[in-house]
């Protein structure tokens, strides 16, 4: 069975930093590409960050130069470094396979002082 588990949300202060966590487990998580997602209240579910298969990255304007993705194979995990968080970085944070459309629960980060 795919799955998916976040980890690492929190309150955070403005310009605090914060490391989410995705552990995958029922596929072969080393071939796949993997997403970072947030959905704000009242707002759509927006892309935030995505690693290749070869680790090559692409970022949303929003969070370039802020946030770090990367992933460990052998830990079957893909991680979210973020820095320098603001008010509007505070979201419900998913993790999703897309090739195979599988999301994780998510995971929420508050930034507030």
């Known amino acids: 069975q795919v799955q998916l588990v976040e980890s690492g949300g929190g309150l955070v202060q403005p310009g605090g930093s914060l490391t989410l966590s995705c552990a995958a487990s029922?596929?072969?998580?080393?071939?796949?590409?993997m997403n970072w997602y947030r959905q704000a209240p009242g707002k759509e579910r927006e892309l935030v960050a995505t690693?290749?298969?070869?680790?090559?990255?692409y970022y949303a304007d929003s969070v370039k130069g802020r946030f770090t993705i990367s992933r460990n194979n052998a830990a079957n995990t893909v991680y979210l470094q973020m820095n320098s968080l603001k008010p509007d970085d505070t979201a419900v944070y998913y993790c999703r396979v897309p090739v195979l459309n599988i999301w994780g629960q998510g995971t929420q980060v508050t930034v507030s002082s």
């Open positions: 029922g596929f072969t998580f080393s071939t796949y590409a």
């Open positions: 690693i290749f298969t070869v680790a090559a990255t």
